[in-house]
């Protein structure tokens, strides 16, 4: 079973548009877990413009289900709030500082030796390590080699050719294809696997057909996106029918 895991930071975008505690985040991650989410994610920035420092204590005290920290580990501040605050998973993700959304993976083979050094800390502590990775084969192998228990594929390349070629359902295909074999090397390496960024209910059923030893999927931007029409419940509920 491919797990859901909702990514709740833009309600944390939209409390903060406004001051106070409307909506509320933690209750977000209780509801989000009582409406059927299989874990949450959050990825507190330094800067905190969405999930704050604080929410994610909160967060941990309150959650029953696979708690999965997203973030920049060449923060200290971040290195220290996940070790404080012992996630499930923690997801290392190369963001630069400021930047409005993550948009590339790890290049494995020239940051080698120091994911080695920091992913040693994180699963020292007992925490599942996810690195995020582009669906280049090279790359892929260099993960295998740093001591991470799982990639995260980046799925935006997926998600905007899928979108451009809809019309012709041959093109589909072209788009997922380099995301299946990053999955098969992943697979052979003995790496779990993850995906995350872009993906809606337009082509998750597609691209988890086409890889169905997903482990975990992270979805935030579409899904709360479609929660405002659909309701939050229903959203949660609408994309676990398409990883069955």
Not at 122 to 140: C, H, L, N, Q, T
Not at 159 to 167: I, L, N, R, T
């Amino acid at each position: 079973m491919t797990k859901l895991s909702v990514n709740i930071n833009k309600i944390a975008t939209l409390r903060n548009a406004r001051g106070g505690n409307n909506p509320d985040v933690v209750k977000a991650a209780i509801d989000a877990q009582r409406f059927g989410a299989d874990g949450v994610t959050v990825h507190p920035r330094p800067d905190e413009r969405h999930i704050r420092y604080n929410d994610v204590r909160e967060i941990k005290k309150i959650i029953t289900t696979e708690f999965n920290i997203e973030g920049n580990c060449t923060e200290q501040k971040f290195v220290d709030l996940v070790l404080e605050t012992k996630p499930h998973q923690v997801t290392l993700v190369p963001d630069a500082l400021g930047q409005l959304t993550s948009d590339h993976g790890w290049d494995t083979i020239k940051n080698k030796n120091y994911l080695i050094d920091i992913i040693s800390v994180f699963k020292k502590a007992g925490i599942r390590v996810s690195i995020f990775v582009d669906p280049v084969i090279e790359m892929i192998e260099g993960a295998a080699a740093t001591g991470t228990d799982r990639i995260e594929l980046y799925t935006e390349g997926f998600a905007k050719q899928f979108a451009s070629d809809s019309h012709r359902n041959g093109n589909k295909q072209l788009a997922v294809s380099p995301y299946i074999e990053a999955a098969k090397k992943t697979k052979e390496l003995g790496l779990g696997l993850n995906a995350g960024h872009d993906l809606d209910l337009h082509n998750l059923k597609f691209f988890k057909q086409n890889i169905p030893w997903l482990d975990e999927v992270s979805i935030g931007h579409a899904l709360i996106c479609d929660a405002i029409y659909l309701g939050f419940e229903n959203a949660i509920q609408l994309y676990k029918r398409q990883l069955i």
